[in-house]
């Protein structure tokens, strides 16, 4: 968050000393004024990120994804040479199509 804040005569005397004695800038010193006053966070809190949240549809794309793979990992080196083959060639294509209109590579 970006915040603009007045500050009177006096204040701003105090902040422009602080800058030149501890050479850091303004707003570094007002950040670190806010967070002093934090109250201390949790240690999980800090660390844990939230949990997010699949709905139905979601969760039978995040399963047929996951079917895929274990299905490629299972592959005979032939399929999985095969399928490499493709990808490559998707590749080329879809270069080529953006060659033609003038726009950058996606896969240099």
Do not use: C, Y
């Not at 660390?47 to 699949?54: D, G, H, L, Q, S």
């Amino acid at each position: 968050m970006i915040l603009n804040i007045d500050v009177n005569p006096q204040e701003e005397a105090w902040l422009a000393d602080q800058t030149a004695q501890l050479g850091l800038p303004a707003a570094e010193i007002v950040k670190r004024l806010i967070d002093a006053q934090l109250p201390p966070m949790p240690p999980q809190a800090e660390t844990a990120e939230p949990k997010p949240v699949i709905d139905a549809k979601s969760a039978a794309a995040i399963a047929l994804l996951d079917s895929w793979i274990a299905e490629g990992t299972g592959a005979d080196e032939e399929t999985k040479r095969q399928a490499e083959l493709e990808l490559e060639e998707l590749k080329r294509h879809l270069n080529a199509n953006r060659a033609e209109l003038g726009e950058r590579l996606v896969f240099p």
